[in-house]
DNA sequence: CTGAAAGCGCTAACAC
DNA sequence: GTGTTAGCGCTTTCAG
């Protein structure tokens, strides 16, 4: 009633600033702009004054403009996420859980896809910070990109790495006990009597190598076998998988078990004994590594073991707040992965195994099985 | 050596600005600006004060602050994307399309998710816009969120939508020829001699709805039966596929053959199948939709409909940008899917089998079809 | 052709 | 408590 724009609060112009507020409230701007930011500043505000603003803020339609927030130097409300390879099913589960984190914190998610490529990486890291990201994420391991950790490193920016393995690269990080899990596959499949497990490696990166390391070293504390050719390296797909069993069962002495570094890998493995006409688990156990939502849904459903993604992704997510109020906590987060026991895996095919829980039995428990329990 | 900054080449300041080039090349900022921004402006600049400039901008490592450009009005260079569900491998795939499509033109994403929630989704239009994103794209259909579709058609920044089916709300888009591929996927089975063909859609909206349509119309024109409960209605999620085909293989008579409107329920109706000690394809043939990058590696192999993911990606992309011109074009792109055949489709099992096509024969052929072909 | 100057919307001293 | 006053880095008139 007192101005012309109270007289359209159903067509909010297209850019409502503060001044606009100003003149409704009949108050200067940055008083409007310390309401608006109450939290933040100590200064006093008297009460009628603040609801006027507030209310003609309301009236009006306003929202803040980040540019101009950012240009300022304040918080820009935006982090960048770089994501080595979005189209790995293990990657996107994790950026959706960081998005919803962020969200939950007021914070939007600038997503940068490395596509894996190196180049790419440091690319994305100085578009990242040009456009003023709070703070970045990493997801997935760079340790083959030691320009890009070195930038990251010296940036103003905090910064921190997610499933980039556990040697801290003078990064903040959070990593998952991967030598743990390795574990819980292992003596999962001795228990179950298999004593020739194989391994299957993705690229040797972060958190594969740990995988990969902590297998043998397992092994070799088990004074178990390894021949040559049961650790196997392919590229982190299914076809890799696929191509990794091939080798394994071509072998002179093939393994009983077969460890994968990730589901992915442990798809192909699945899809190649398939094909070759080798029963899993009868003839052939398979552990994965990661749950990815569809493992519980692969023929058989698989083993495999089970990080805590979104635990994982909101606490990156806080780190990577806190390291705005204090930089320099060069904070080191591990945390434990579960096995998940389902179909892929049984006790070991022929005179050693015991009566009482050979294959036909573990076939039977299929049905309720199927989708997966805790051991 | 003509001034302290030329002296430390290695070690550019945090910021380098417009003015800090004016400085080093000895002319005033708003030449800076002309000279960086060539291509847009038509005002000439005389060669040598170019050089100076660029070689200056060079040295001290001149970065362009988007949030400043922002701010006065200009382009972003950001592409907000909204996604209905990440995690699902379809849509995680589409934005990697997206994002790599982008960044082929300069552009970087915003992703927001809207984990499927309508209020969410609109909520992130407003982030974005306040991001003051150059356009936006709406991945997967939000048709259930008449609110959003309405406030994106009212919007002004420039928005394209995808996979939203092809009912155009007034909104540019690219689509997919749902009823083709789902033609595709029945003569397919209809030429295996499939008759009792059932499908499974996951929430009719959009894209699911033209195909459970495109299906109910193409059986009705072949006149063939579709009995109650051919037809079920479940979560796109491997779950509802195997909660699907417990229905469908609980009723009365059967069917030999079901299409999925997704390869996520045809995952599940595989595992289900094989829980249940259903041979696919020899007792049951099952077609997906997407050719999901696992859909080569699930067990068996899926024959499924293929969208040309990056294509649409890109005209996508294109679009968006074209937008920024030309506000006000309505496109509607529709692009051809295509039939990929695999193993999980077979000729129609029981009396109608014709030898020399027989199930025996297409498992022969599995070794070979692994991994797909064309029809 | 080039420089000076005026903001874009906001935050943060600095006054009163 | 509140208003005034500078800018943040950039684009864009408007004058030379």
């Not at 650790?231 to 998988?241: D, F, K, L, R, Y």
Request: aromatic share 2%; glycine share 8%; charged share 20%.
């Amino acid at each position: 009633m007192t101005s012309e724009a109270s007289a359209h609060p159903a067509a909010p112009k297209q850019h409502v600033t503060m001044a606009d507020i100003a003149r409704e409230a009949g108050v200067s701007q940055s008083t409007v702009s310390r309401v608006l930011n109450a939290t933040a500043s100590q200064i006093p505000i008297s009460e009628p004054t603040r609801d006027r603003v507030l209310l003609a803020a309301r009236r009006l339609g306003y929202r803040p403009n980040p540019l101009a927030r950012g240009l300022r130097g304040a918080s820009t409300m935006l982090l960048g996420v770089i994501v080595r390879d979005i189209v790995d099913p293990f990657f996107s589960g994790a950026v959706e859980a960081v998005t919803t984190s962020a969200a939950a914190h007021g914070y939007n998610v600038v997503l940068g896809h490395a596509h894996g490529r190196a180049d790419e990486a440091i690319l994305l890291r100085s578009v990242l910070e040009t456009r003023h990201v709070d703070a970045i994420l990493v997801l997935g391991d760079m340790g083959d990109q030691p320009r890009l950790i070195e930038e990251l490193r010296g940036d103003h920016v905090p910064v921190v790495a997610l499933w980039q393995g556990s040697a801290s690269h003078g990064l903040a990080m959070v990593s998952v006990d991967n030598a743990h899990g390795i574990s819980e596959a292992l003596d999962h499949l001795l228990a179950h009597g298999h004593r020739r497990i194989a391994f299957i490696s993705g690229h040797p990166l972060g958190d594969i190598e740990e995988r990969s390391a902590a297998y043998g070293a397992r092994m070799r504390a088990e004074r178990l076998d390894v021949p040559l050719g049961y650790v196997q390296h392919v590229s982190n797909e299914p076809a890799g998988g696929e191509q990794a069993l091939a080798a394994l069962m071509g072998l002179p002495v093939p393994p009983t078990a077969i460890v994968c570094s990730t589901d992915q890998l442990a798809i192909g493995v699945l899809h190649g004994a398939a094909i070759r006409g080798i029963a899993v688990p009868d003839e052939l156990s398979v552990v994965g590594f990661d749950d990815l939502p569809i493992s519980a849904f692969t023929v058989p459903s698989l083993t495999t073991i089970r990080m805590p993604v979104r635990e994982m992704a909101a606490r990156a997510v806080e780190m990577a707040i806190e390291g705005l109020q204090n930089s320099g906590s060069e904070t080191v987060e591990v945390l434990r992965p579960e096995l998940v026991v389902r179909q892929s895996t049984a006790v070991v095919p022929g005179p050693a195994t015991p009566a009482a829980t050979s294959a036909p039995a573990a076939h039977r428990r299929a049905a309720t099985l199927a989708r997966g329990t805790r051991p």
